[in-house]
């Protein structure tokens, strides 16, 4: 699986719909959870470090509708780094059709304090050759 375009398979559930017979919004920020957070395991499990991060800052553009019982997707990017963050950008598929586009911001963190820490060599060295 490619850090470059990284595509993560969505299972969609019952429960994501709402009265509208349609796939509820907060739910789409699930999606792109599960993408980044499958991204972030993809990164550990290629030998990266373990992350500490938090979500700084998330927006979502909706496209169209998503409906129960069609094969949802989210692609992802990483499109920059900073000095102690990176952002992701987003693209949410229904049937190849795209639905939603969103961006996020990361930043890894010191656990004990909450305060920024600077990106490891490490991890600029798994995600530099991903940049858009």
């Known amino acids: 699986m490619s850090l470059q375009h990284f595509v993560t398979d969505i299972q969609v559930r019952f429960g994501d719909t709402d009265m509208l017979g349609h ?30 991060m938090v979500l ?12 129960l019982g069609q094969r949802v997707q989210v692609e992802l990017e990483v499109t920059r780094l900073g000095t102690s963050s990176f952002d992701y950008a987003y693209r949410v598929l229904a049937d190849g059709e795209l639905c939603a586009e969103a961006s996020s911001v990361q930043v890894c963190v010191d656990p004990s304090s909450m305060r920024p820490l600077p990106l490891s060599g490490e991890l600029r060295a798994l995600l530099m050759p991903v940049l858009t």
């Open 56 to 67: 700084a800052s998330l927006k979502v553009d909706f496209r169209r509708e998503i409906k």
């Open 23 to 52: 796939i509820n919004n907060a739910a789409y920020v699930q999606y792109l959870e599960l993408a980044r957070v499958a991204h972030l395991g993809e990164i550990v499990r290629r030998g990266g470090p373990r992350l500490n």
